[in-house]
């Protein structure tokens, strides 16, 4: 069974960081894209940043800057380096994965994780 498991929200005034982290586990044979969305209140869930599989990044534009995305390939986990927070950074944070399981290995399957609320006051 695979699964990602987000950690590292929580609470923090404006202009302070975080770092989020995301673990994938289970029978795994390779990981393709990854990546960090969020959700707030009565908004649709947004992309925040991607990366590739050989490290090539994509931030939307309201993060750059201030937030950086990286990842261990052998340690099969992502993080998300949250600088100089928002209150509007505010959202449950999710992390995606395209993921090929040893089952299936012809085949990538999508995941998420649980999500991590980020609070950020003013």
């Known amino acids: 069974q695979v699964q990602l498991v987000e950690s590292g929200g929580g609470l923090v005034q404006a202009g302070g960081s975080l770092r989020l982290s995301c673990a994938a586990s289970g029978s795994i044979f390779s990981i393709n894209a990854m990546g960090w969305y969020r959700q707030a209140p009565g908004n649709k869930r947004e992309l925040v940043a991607s990366?590739?599989?050989?490290?090539?990044?994509n931030y939307a534009d309201s993060v750059k800057g201030r937030f950086t995305i990286s990842r261990d390939n052998a340690e099969n986990t992502m993080y998300l380096q949250m600088n100089s927070l928002k209150p509007e950074d505010t959202a449950v944070y999710y992390c995606n994965a395209g993921i090929r399981p040893h089952a299936v290995p012809g085949y990538t399957y999508n995941y998420w994780g649980q999500g991590t609320q980020v609070t950020v006051s003013s």
């Open positions: 990366i590739t599989s050989g490290g090539s990044t």
